[in-house]
């Protein structure tokens, strides 16, 4: 069998991948929604949903420093990747290993995309398929839930020290942009470094989001946030329903309304 991968390349494989290796936490979620939990052999360890996992399958290290030769002792049929997440060396290194499968999300249609690859990869399409229309189905409501309201200007923060906001060309701008939420850093770089000071200049947004992931956002972060904003209302957000692509989008609009509930 042949299958492209998201970066277009052509991926070999002779039989159904029994032994995977994720390198990518809502990937790794998305692999137990398909019910492929026993088929995985190896995950990051920021795959912490479902958490159980990392009390059964072998951890490999980060998304961004892989323990290769634990890898090669896993013998993996299939190793998962992302472009964001992992590096171009860490894809080259495991392609020494098995192949490779590298997604590349950055809207909705992307994800859904990837699960229907994962689908035809891992011989699953009936449960891809389930995942996908939930998924469809759960943006048409949301999408007739949000079409009366007023857009907002906002910033949506991932980093302190340097402070660092998602921009341009990202899956996070993309929800917010689902959710009528007007980035106000959305035409700089995908995840710019930025001055507080300079953030009525750059938009004077309505909302400050502090993201859960990857930085803990805490009270004194968003107090330093608060005293360079005209009126902005500082609101902590769930970064995993703003970043993970796979099956936790079904989840995700549910809880994009009720934030909508309270930033009323």
């Not at 029994?18 to 998305?30: A, D, F, G, M």
């Not at 920021?46 to 996992?53: E, S």
């Not at 950055?106 to 995309?113: G, K, N, R, V, W």
């Not at 906001?165 to 899956?171: D, E, I």
Request: hydrophobic share 40%.
């Amino acid at each position: 069998m042949e299958i492209k991968d998201q970066l277009h390349r052509t991926l070999s494989i002779s039989t159904t991948p029994k032994r995977i290796i994720s390198l990518v936490p809502s990937q790794t979620e998305l692999l137990f929604d398909l019910g492929l939990e026993d088929s995985i052999v190896g995950l990051t360890k920021f795959c912490v949903h479902p958490y159980h996992l990392k009390q059964t399958k072998k951890i490999v290290g980060g998304t961004k420093n892989i323990k290769i030769e634990k890898i090669k002792e896993l013998n993996p049929d299939i190793i998962l990747c992302n472009k964001e997440e992992n590096t171009k060396e860490i894809v080259a290194l495991c392609e020494e290993v098995a192949p490779v499968h590298v997604s590349d999300i950055f809207t909705i249609s992307d994800a859904l995309e990837l699960i229907h690859q994962y689908g035809i990869l891992f011989s699953c399409r009936t449960d891809a398929q389930k995942i996908i229309q939930k998924i469809q189905f759960k943006l048409n409501d949301f999408q007739e839930y949000v079409k009366d309201i007023q857009p907002q200007k906002v910033a949506y923060f991932i980093w302190r020290n340097p402070w660092m906001v998602a921009g341009n060309n990202t899956f996070i701008n993309h929800l917010l942009s689902l959710n009528k939420f007007v980035n106000i850093y959305e035409n700089k770089e995908r995840y710019p470094e930025v001055e507080l000071k300079k953030i009525r200049l750059e938009g004077d947004p309505d909302l400050v989001f502090l993201s859960s992931e990857p930085y803990p956002f805490k009270e004194e972060h968003a107090f330093e946030i608060g005293r360079c904003t005209h009126h902005a209302k500082t609101v902590y957000v769930d970064g995993e329903m703003f970043s993970w692509y796979g099956s936790r989008l079904m989840k995700a609009f549910d809880y994009f309304k009720k934030l909508h509930q309270r930033i009323i």
